[in-house]
């Protein structure tokens, strides 16, 4: 069973960076696809990234370009860098393998605001 921590979110302005990190256990990280996901309030979860054990990554229309995800296989750690930050990005950020189920086990998330 997968476990993950995810940290690194915070109150940002506009325009803003953050990088977020995930520690996985429990997998071998090196042959699973991982992903990146938020969840804003009043709103379902979505996936906003992902990566497969080949390095290539997907990633959703509204954040291409702004947000990198990428994995040290070494350390079982997941990545995903924000730049150029939007109110709309505001969400609790979630790590997890890809595609992940609300009947998987999800870490506490991280909070991510992006406010003027």
């Known amino acids: 069973q997968v476990q993950v921590v995810e940290s690194g979110g915070g109150s940002v302005q506009p325009g803003g960076s953050l990088r977020l990190s995930c520690a996985v256990s429990?997998?071998?990280?090196?042959?699973?696809?991982m992903g990146w996901y938020r969840q804003a309030p009043g709103k379902q979860r979505e996936v906003v990234a992902y990566i497969n054990s080949g390095g290539s990554a997907y990633y959703v229309d509204s954040v291409k370009g702004r947000f990198t995800i990428s994995t040290d296989n070494a350390k079982n750690m997941v990545y995903l860098q924000m730049s150029s930050l939007k109110p709309e990005d505001t969400a609790v950020y979630y790590c997890n393998v890809f595609p992940a189920f609300s009947f998987n086990s999800w870490g506490q998330g991280t909070q991510v605001t992006v406010s003027s």
């Open positions: 429990g997998i071998v990280l090196s042959i699973k696809t």
